[in-house]
């Protein structure tokens, strides 16, 4: 069955540091892939998404790249700040068989030190 | 303007008590899920409404989950003799029809304690 598959956790770094979070998926057909943040007590929000392949999704410094070839949709931001603490989740939806559910990744924590 | 919201934030209740979660998805938006977020299993698919139907019920994990959806709406979750590995945050999410079903918008959650 489909899956997304994220790097482990927590990453810790310096404000100002450059971040990637790794997110592989299994899937058939051609699913739309997410990237939701968590920010420490609250609910989920989408930070940014792609719907096919080679798309680029980006919001708030935050990129993705629709990688078909690797199947993959790492997401990068080139300076974080402390306020980009929070809990990042790599997610999938649509491909064959999909009812309209997302799939997530178990979520990757990122703390920002100043 | 109103995103999802969900009643109540919190529950504390006994073991094998019922619990009745409630979900005011987007106005207008035809597609809600519901999802369970817990530490040891991450954030996972229960079931799936479109309109009031219920095509996908495939990530309730035992009898006695069980949920509906009145006049395309409000949706409530319902869990049974509650058992403390039901202790979770259930999250719902909405989302518009056609393509757009896939972009989900999120509650904030209940926490649920069953001691």
């Known amino acids: 069955g489909n899956s997304v598959t994220q790097m482990e956790g927590p990453v810790t770094l310096s404000e100002e540091a450059f971040l990637t979070i790794n997110c592989t998926y299994t899937a058939t057909g051609y699913p739309s892939l997410f990237w939701y943040v968590q920010y420490p007590g609250e609910g989920l929000q989408l930070l940014l998404k792609a719907t096919k392949a080679d798309d680029k999704g980006s919001n708030k410094g935050f990129e993705a790249t629709y990688r078909k070839e690797t199947t993959s949709f790492h997401l990068e931001k080139g300076s974080v700040q402390v306020s980009d603490s929070a809990v990042y989740f790599c997610a999938l939806v649509g491909g064959s068989g999909n009812t309209g559910k997302l799939i997530f990744g178990q979520g990757t924590t990122l703390q920002v030190k100043p | 303007g109103a995103g999802v919201s969900q009643s109540p934030s919190n529950k504390v209740t006994e073991k094998g008590k019922d619990v009745e979660l409630r979900c005011d998805p987007i106005?207008?938006?035809?597609?809600l899920y519901w999802y369970r977020q817990s530490l040891g299993q991450g954030l996972e698919f229960l079931i799936y409404f479109q309109g009031n139907s219920a095509p996908d019920k495939s990530g309730l994990p035992s009898d006695r989950f069980s949920a509906e959806r009145t006049g395309g709406s409000v949706s409530t979750l319902t869990i049974q003799r509650t058992q403390q590995e039901d202790s979770a945050v259930y999250l719902c999410a909405s989302s518009a029809s056609g393509r757009a079903r896939e972009t989900q918008y999120f509650g904030p959650g209940t926490r649920l304690l069953v001691l």
């Open positions: 106005s207008g938006h035809t597609a």
